[in-house]
């Protein structure tokens, strides 16, 4: 049962991640061809400041897209768990209808949004708020409002499946002992729905950490993370094993992400 | 005095399914009051509308003499103990038990003392560190009740806190239920579908269908005197026999059933011509000489054997079942078939119009 599976699996995944781990410690020539060898510099150069840099670039955009994401996500997955009733199942295909729509597609949209002659500045002109345009394009804010807007939905789904099992009486019984409205919240559902914001936050960071489209459509660009980094070295710099290393790492620490949710997972689901 | 709790022209009404149609009740101090009733009946219902999980549509309800029928749940003078017991999973024993007073502020040293105490009472002061998951539904139980009790609440609600336990858990809870609410004197309000743990337990019982009260009686009263048919059939085991009214005369009527002629005790007999339900006990039908007064013939069709008890099914001439139960003397039991006289006596049976 598990061979097909595993076929795909090992095709998709495995190999290509081994070539990209194989590349890293290859040597390369003045045109940019790999060549066979074993050199340790491409990570070595890793720790230079510029690079360093771009990781504190890559840190600072995935864990404000995340803590933006949980702060909204949760509100949202709130509602529809518990105040939405019948408009539920609604609410949430609501949620998903973007993802039938390319990525590409959904943030140029933004990209018309947010400019000078777009919606936003147009109907606050229209409805006097500003007299000109405000330039919004190019912007940290714009790059922010796309990362939250591409990944806010899996925040709200993880959340939502974490909230619908508790059971209502839980909530009652809180009341009940006088608890009020926000000391409930505080004492019974929110640790109780812990699970579903680890896995929220993990959702949104590990990507988060890899984008870099966003930031280039959105944001101009302007601060290289690590996305763009591995997009130039591979494609403009032609330095295949220094993108390969800068990939390895990402996935280094997209491994260190989900190791620390399994752990945290572990530790909630042991007071239960 | 005033009541414990008071309902006045309480109605719950969900969009256009009314739960509750009209109640005034008054619950005293101190007693064990139950609202018993097959479900769907409100009995669940006026419990959350006094915890303050739903509102009244109209009406008011009254803790102490208090108003609160716009206090929120947490703002009430009363505990639950739910079905489910709706322990916190994510709390231990100890912590469960003291959030009552956590969220009061009560100090630290205090509250542990007073949730220790608490669970001492239940006998569950054994392993306060554990979780919820890792207890019996017994033991879930007696924590859920150290919990309610804790910050000793005025009024004490119960739904069905006994229904998932097994039968011989059950009676000790019961046992153990009424003792300690005797002891700490609170209010407890239990909500039950079972009629024999409402008679076992409770001081007064509230017999309750489609959201009205049918009854408000004590168990014997209920028992004895069941005011309706429903109340009669509902609580015990009761004997159904058609008839129809001979003769109606000064707190008595004459009715033809069984084949035979029955004189019935009843304050308002109905007109001569009346089809109606005599209602008896099985432990009041009694085997009489042949040619006793109220009594009628019939035939032994089953024996069940209960322990304390004989259950003898007989066959009328007009084919009614009357059943008689006797006590278990250790003679051995007549056989089936034999014939028999049944005396049903005038004060033992109850007369309703059908």
Known sequence: MLAPSLLLLTLFVLVPLCVVAAYSFALRDSYGAVLPGFTLDNYRDLFQAAYLQVFVNSFKLAASTTAICLLIGYPVAYFIAFKAGRAAPALLLLLLIPFWINFLIRISAWVVLLGRGGLINQGAIGLGLIDVPVGMLGTYGATLVGMVYAFLPLTVFPIYAALTPIDPRLREAGADLGAGPAETFLRVTLPLSLPGVFAAALFVFVPSMGVFAIPVLLGGGKEIILGNLIVQLFLEFRNIPQGAAVSVLLLLISGVGILLYMRALRRVEAMK | ?354
């Open chain 2, 1 to 354: 005095m005033q009541g414990a709790v008071e309902l006045r022209g309480v109605v719950k009404r969900f969009n256009t399914f009314t739960a509750l149609r009209r109640m005034d009740l008054t619950i005293r101090q101190g007693e064990f009051f139950t609202m018993l009733g097959a479900s769907g009946c409100g009995k669940t219902t006026t419990l959350r509308l006094i915890a303050g999980f739903e509102l009244p549509t109209e009406g008011h309800i009254l803790i102490d003499g208090q108003d609160v029928s716009d206090v929120p749940a947490h703002l009430r003078p009363v505990h639950t103990v739910f079905q489910s017991y709706a322990l916190f999973p994510h709390l231990s024993i100890l912590d469960n038990v003291s959030f009552p007073l956590t969220v009061r502020r009560v100090p630290r040293r205090q509250r542990l003392e007073r949730a220790r105490a608490a669970l001492d009472l239940v006998q569950m002061g054994g392993f306060p560190d554990r979780k919820p998951s890792q207890l019996s539904g017994g033991q879930q139980q007696r924590v859920a009740l150290a919990r309610a009790l804790v910050n000793e609440p005025k009024v004490l609600l119960l739904d069905e806190p006994l229904g998932a336990l097994d039968l011989k858990l059950r009676k000790e809870m019961q046992h153990e239920l009424k003792q300690m609410q005797r002891r700490l004197g609170i209010t407890f309000v239990f909500v039950t579908h079972d009629q024999e743990e409402a008679l076992t337990m409770s001081d007064r019982i509230a017999l309750m269908r489609g959201g009205e009260i049918i009854q408000l009686d004590t168990p014997s009263g209920l028992y004895n005197a069941p005011s309706s048919l429903y109340a009669a059939e509902f609580i015990g085991e009761t004997n159904m026999i058609p008839g129809r009214v001979v003769e109606a005369g000064a707190g008595r009527a004459r009715v033809e059933a069984l084949g035979g002629h029955f004189d019935v005790a009843c304050s308002e007999p109905p007109a001569a011509g009346a089809a109606v339900t005599l209602t008896i006990r099985p432990e009041r039908v009694t085997p009489v000489a042949a040619n006793a007064s109220n009594s009628a013939g019939g035939r032994l069709v089953d024996v069940d054997f209960i322990g304390t008890d004989l259950r003898l099914v007989y066959t009328m001439s007009d084919g009614t079942r009357v059943t008689l139960r006797r006590q278990n003397t250790g003679a051995a039991p007549p056989q089936v078939g034999q014939g028999a006289q049944l005396g049903l006596a005038a004060d033992d049976l109850r007369l309703f119009v059908t």
